[in-house]
T-cell receptor
Framework: EAGVAQSPRYKIIEKRQSVAFWCNPI?????LYWYQQILGQGPKLLIQ????????DSQLPKDRFSAERLKGVDSTLKIQPAKLEDSAVYLC?????????????FGPGTRLTVT | SQELEQSPQSLIVQEGKNLTINCTSS?????LYWYKQKYGEGLIFLMM?????EEKSHEKITAKLDEKKQQSSLHITASQPSHAGIYLC???????????FGTGTRLQVFP
């Protein structure tokens, strides 16, 4: 079974530029998550999708971050414009459904450096 | 302050030694998850604990959740270089799948 795919793996941009990350979850997984992991910290949930609907985006900085999952499969996370403090690893995860009993499977992450 | 406190922050042990990592919450947990992360990679699920007093083992790794469901420990027996990485505990406090994570414990195992 293929795992969660993410691209690109690494990205370096200057502040005020825009960037987009892509995630392809495990086939059949209805729930998709985007996490931000700053160096030395644990991952922090940015947004959660159930199929193509948003379940939780309370920690997403909506003035600069946006995410979509139009067909309920792949998802993109965009930052526009980027700030220095956005430097982090962006992790995508997916699970079969909502609820604590469903294990989350993580992708390898995209490491973003904003200079 | 962090909702989940992990200790120690980093650990360097000699191969073959046992070690313990702790994860503490000030609030009762519905579920406690342990993940391992290698540099540049995503998180790998290790174990999930839900019941007070529960204990699970996989190969040389054992995780326990205390009776009050506020503290968990991860114990590695006879550590190997392959155990090196960052160990993260995650908690589900509202009986949803919204996880909060600790800051992680970086483990290094030298021959």
């Amino acid at each position: 079974e293929a795992g969660v795919a993410q691209s690109p793996r690494y990205k370096i941009i200057e502040k005020r530029q825009s960037v987009a990350f892509w995630c392809n979850p495990i086939s059949g997984h209805a729930t998709l998550y985007w996490y931000q992991q700053i160096l030395g910290q644990g991952p922090k949930l940015l947004i959660q999708f159930q199929n193509n609907g948003v379940v939780d985006d309370s920690q997403l900085p909506k003035d600069r971050f946006s995410a979509e999952r139009l067909k309920g499969v792949d998802s993109t996370l965009k930052i526009q414009p980027a700030k220095l403090e956005d430097s982090a690893v962006y992790l995508c995860a997916s699970s079969l459904g909502q609820g604590a009993v469903y294990e989350q499977y993580f992708g390898p992450g995209t490491r973003l450096t904003v200079t | 302050s962090q909702e989940l406190e992990q200790s120690p922050q980093s650990l360097i042990v000699q191969e073959g030694k046992n070690l313990t990592i702790n994860c503490t919450s000030s609030k009762t947990l519905y579920g406690l998850y342990w993940y391992k992360q290698k540099y540049g990679e995503g998180l790998i699920f290790l174990m999930m604990l839900q019941k007070g007093g529960e204990e699970k083992s996989h190969e040389k790794i054992t995780a326990k959740l205390d009776e009050k469901k506020q503290q968990s420990s991860l114990h590695i027996t006879a550590s190997q270089p392959s155990h090196a990485g960052i160990y993260l505990c995650g908690a589900d406090r509202w009986n949803t799948d919204k996880l909060i994570f600790g800051t992680g414990t970086r483990l290094q195992v030298f021959p």
